[in-house]
């Protein structure tokens, strides 16, 4: 017969099944009930949002969409709002992904955005969507020496040389500004390290909240103007652009399941150190 | 000989392409861009390769009638019918079957698996987070800033105009001094790490990738 356990020990060995549905809770409850909380802008993505506020109007872009559904929570949020604050400044943009599951992820942001419907935008002369390139690092490199040497043809099929957009661009250098909206390698870092440093195009990046750190250096050498981490850099950005949106709204979620971490974390240690003082702990 | 020509290539390819940031000419620079397109092409021939393995590997469990066929047969039939709609239909547009199955079924999936890991984090957070020691001590310390400073709450509860810049102030501080710092120090470190091991695999000091032992 098992030895009936204490209080203590019950809640140090607790199925994981409650603590995931506290977790479930936690997160869906603030979805439901609306917690307005205030939302403080970090340097990062105020300097992000004003380096493309301060891109001439009319200008083009290069924009690398390099994520897949798992992080579309963190970054489409981002990529919605980046569209319409460069719609509003008529910006055109040439858009590729170096991911193979992102291009369809670029499609519906487009049409979310209302970019040919709403801001008027043309197909090839606006904007290109070249789709997806297999390569990573050589792809980057490849671009460098010509965009349309490495994109022979563009989502459609129509051929590079043709589109009237890309007649006076064909390396990173060409256009005003590259954005790098990134979720892992290929990404922010390769992006820095085999483009940004050599022929110093001006660059900002959204990357996911685990890879922010790991980019903050180069954002403080000077190498990315500004740079959106996870969903918390995406609310940030999409309060500047004056759309709210699905970063915005999950922010209450976040807040709540992070302090309920905390109070796991703290909950956890407590009976560590029970456990302990009675000569129970491993 | 067999050691020898693979050698020669990785030398002159790994020769050129770093010439390549220092030498601006013309004659040079199509060469390289042409290397990149082979290069390109390889990478492309590696996904068959790829697919081949995942067959080979498959085609193997279901054989046997192992307890995970039934996953294998899902997986090679998910395969192969993915590959067929894109290469055999249109592959573009709201209506189309690939982009269909990507909305329904691998975008969903996708973002599932990527989400369990809250669930992970959570378990991991009771059970293995433990102030063992002044290090541990440490990183649970930044760790649970950072977490405050990282949202909304934070700022509620100890706002940035406050004493320090409370929680977000706390936050930016060990992201922009200590984590800075250490992330430098690492990136630098990989990073000489990666120039010695190139210099070492085009002198032919390195042959490990050519296969064979050292």
């Given amino acids: 017969m098992t030895a009936r356990r204490s209080w203590r020990e019950r809640l140090e060995f607790i199925d994981r099944r409650w603590l995931f549905l506290i977790l479930a809770f936690a997160i869906v409850l603030p979805l439901v009930v609306d917690l307005p909380l205030p939302l403080y802008v970090s340097p990062m993505v105020q300097d992000l949002y004003d380096a493309i506020e301060d891109l001439p109007d009319g200008s083009t872009v290069l924009i690398s969409a390099d994520y897949d559904p798992s992080g579309k929570p963190e970054l489409e949020p981002f990529h919605l709002a980046l569209i319409h604050q460069l719609a509003e400044k008529k910006v055109k943009m040439v858009m590729y992904s170096l991911w193979p599951a992102a291009t369809p992820i670029t499609e519906a942001v487009l049409a979310e955005a209302g970019l040919t419907t709403d801001y008027g935008y043309r197909k090839d002369v606006d904007y290109v969507l070249l789709g997806y390139k297999e390569g990573q690092q050589i792809a980057m490199r490849s671009i460098q020496k010509s965009l349309k040497g490495t994109f022979p043809v563009d989502r459609d099929g129509t051929p590079s040389n043709e589109i009237p957009l890309l007649q006076h661009y064909d390396t990173y250098t060409d256009f005003a500004m590259l954005i790098n909206v990134s979720a892992g390698s290929p990404g922010v870092k390769e992006y820095v390290q085999n483009v940004q440093s050599i022929t110093g195009v001006p660059m900002v990046a959204a990357c996911t909240a685990v890879s922010g750190p790991d980019y903050v250096p180069y954002y403080k050498a000077g190498q990315l103007l500004g740079l959106a981490a996870g969903m918390k850099g995406a609310a940030e950005y999409e309060k500047l652009v004056g759309r709210p949106g699905l970063a915005m709204a999950g922010m209450s979620a976040q807040s709540a399941s992070h302090i309920l971490l905390i109070a796991f974390i703290v909950f956890g240690n407590v009976m560590y150190f029970l456990a302990r003082r009675s000569g129970g702990a491993r | ?214």
């Fill in chain 2, 1 to 214: 000989m067999k050691r020898a020509v693979p050698w020669l290539l990785t030398f002159v390819a790994g020769a050129l392409m770093i010439n390549d940031f220092f030498v601006p000419h013309r004659t040079h620079a199509a060469i390289t861009q042409e290397l990149q397109q082979w290069g390109l092409i390889v990478v492309a021939f590696t996904y068959v390769l790829g697919m081949a393995n995942v067959f080979d590997l498959h085609f193997k469990k279901i054989r046997r009638g192992s307890s995970e066929a039934l996953y294998s047969i899902v997986l090679v039939g998910s395969m192969l019918g993915m590959a067929a709609l894109g290469i055999f239909h249109d592959h573009q547009g709201e209506h189309s079957p690939f982009i269909w199955l990507y909305n329904t079924v691998y975008d969903p999936l996708s973002a599932t698996m990527f989400a369990l890991l809250a669930f992970f984090i959570t378990s991991a957070a009771y059970r293995a987070f433990r102030a063992r020691s002044t290090e541990a001590v440490l990183l649970l310390s930044a760790a649970i800033l950072v977490m405050l400073g990282q949202v909304p709450v934070g700022a509620a509860i100890w706002g940035p105009d406050s004493f320090l810049g409370g929680f977000p102030g706390l936050k930016d501080w060990i992201m922009d001094v200590p984590n800075l710092a250490g992330k430098r120090a690492i990136l630098m470190g990989a990073a000489l790490g990666a120039i010695s091991t190139g210099i070492r695999v085009i002198l032919g000091l390195e042959r490990a990738h050519l296969g064979g032992g050292k």
